[in-house]
């Protein structure tokens, strides 16, 4: 949430890694990621985070986070 405006795209956000100490404790970790642009009523980004990893074989139900990035003032038009 403290990335610039024009830095918050699922492609930058899918770049980063779990960190090693929570990633050798979730078995097969997979990590998504999607960021939609909404213009009504105010510039704004929707992000949501989903992550899930395998237990005992059996893949859990993912954890997700939302999250909405605002237009600032100054980087308005």
Do not use: C, Y
Not at 37 to 47: F, G, N, S, V
């Amino acid at each position: 949430m403290a990335a610039k405006w024009e830095e918050v795209t699922a492609e930058v956000i899918e770049k980063q890694e779990l960190p090693a100490d929570l990633a050798k404790h979730l078995t097969a970790a997979k990590f998504s990621v999607s960021v939609t642009d909404e213009a009504e009523p105010m510039a704004a980004k929707q992000i949501k985070l989903e992550l899930s990893w395998e237990q005992r074989g059996q893949r859990v139900t993912p954890v997700s986070l939302t999250g909405w990035k605002f237009k600032s003032q100054e980087a308005r038009p």
